[in-house]
C-alpha cells in the first residue's frame, strides 16, 4: 500500500495566486463555505487527490463518479474540499502533498477554512471568525480586514498539519476559525467565513443564498456531519475548546 497522496491535475496550471482549502470538520464550516464559493464562483473542476490511504469512497454527482477530494479553479484562485472525512492515517500525507504541491504552483497565500467549536453558538446571531497566520504579511492582512486573530488555543486535524507544514516550509498560510457547533452542520458559521475571505481577497461572493438554504444544508449533511464527528473524535478534536498550559 503507498502513502503517497497524488495531485491529478486534468487541467493543468503553471501557477497559483491563491488557495483555498475546506474539509470535513468542526461544524463542516470550512467544507461548506468553499463549496459555496465553488459553486457562486462557477469555478471549473481542475483534479483531484488520489491515494490507498484515503476512504474506498466515490461520490455520484448527476449520475457521474467524481473522486471525494476534487480541486476546482484558475490561476487566480483555487479552492479544495472534500466531500468524506479525511482519516487520521491520511492526513499528515495529504498535508505534506498539498503544501508541496502548492510551492510548485508558486502560491502566493494558502488559506484554511473551518470552524472552533463555541459553546453558546445558538446566542450568536453572526458568528465571529478568527484568524491564524505563518507570517507576519498574514497577520497584517488579518488586522486590515478587521479580523480578530486566535490569541491562545490548539488547532487538531488536517489543518493543523497544513498549518504546520506551512509554517516550516516558508509558505504563508492564513487560517479562518468561525465560531460554529461542534456536532451540527453550521451554515451560518459558513457564511462568515465567506465573508472573511470576501474581506480578504476582494471576493464578491454573495452569502444570501447560503443562508437561504441553510436548512436545507443541514439535512443534506447531517450523515457526513456524523461520519466527521467520529473521526474527529478519534483526533481529540474537543482538545481545541482548551487553553495551553503555558505561556512561552
Known amino acids: 500500500m503507498s502513502e503517497e497522496m497524488q495531485i491529478i491535475e ?23 463555505a468553499v463549496s459555496h464559493i465553488i459553486r457562486s464562483m462557477n469555478l471549473p473542476e481542475i483534479g483531484h487527490v488520489e491515494s ?26 483555487v479552492a479544495l474540499t472534500s466531500e468524506t472525512p479525511v482519516n487520521i492515517a491520511a492526513i499528515a500525507p495529504l498535508s505534506r502533498s498539498l503544501v508541496r504541491w502548492a510551492i510548485s504552483k508558486k502560491v502566493d497565500i494558502l488559506f484554511s477554512v473551518s470552524g472552533v ?33 486566535l490569541e491562545e488555543g490548539f ?24 465560531q460554529s457547533h461542534y456536532q451540527y452542520p453550521d451554515p451560518g458559521a459558513a457564511a462568515s467565513a465567506v465573508n472573511a475571505l470576501n474581506s480578504l481577497l476582494g471576493l464578491k461572493v454573495d452569502v444570501g443564498q447560503l443562508l437561504e438554504e441553510a436548512e436545507e444544508i443541514r439535512v443534506k449533511t447531517r ?3 456524523q461520519r466527521t464527528a467520529r473521526s474527529l473524535q478519534r483526533m481529540s478534536k474537543t482538545q481545541e475548546q482548551e487553553l495551553p498550559a503555558m505561556y512561552v
Open 10 to 32: 486534468v487541467k493543468p496550471l503553471s501557477s497559483i495566486k491563491y488557495l483555498i482549502v475546506g474539509m470535513p470538520d468542526t461544524g463542516l464550516t470550512g467544507m461548506i
Open 52 to 77: 490507498d490511504i484515503l476512504p474506498p469512497v466515490m461520490v455520484i454527482h448527476q449520475g457521474n463518479p467524481k473522486v471525494p477530494i476534487r480541486i476546482f479553479g484558475d490561476e487566480k484562485l
Open 117 to 149: 467549536a463555541t459553546q453558546n453558538r445558538l446566542e450568536l446571531e453572526t458568528p465571529q471568525v478568527f484568524g491564524i497566520s505563518t507570517s507576519k504579511r498574514g497577520l497584517d492582512m488579518l488586522k486590515s480586514a478587521g479580523i480578530s486573530m
Open 155 to 178: 488547532m487538531v486535524g488536517p489543518h493543523a498539519l497544513i498549518l504546520r507544514e506551512c509554517l516550516t516550509k516558508g509558505l504563508t498560510n492564513i487560517v479562518l476559525l468561525a
Open 223 to 225: 450523515e457526513l456531519m
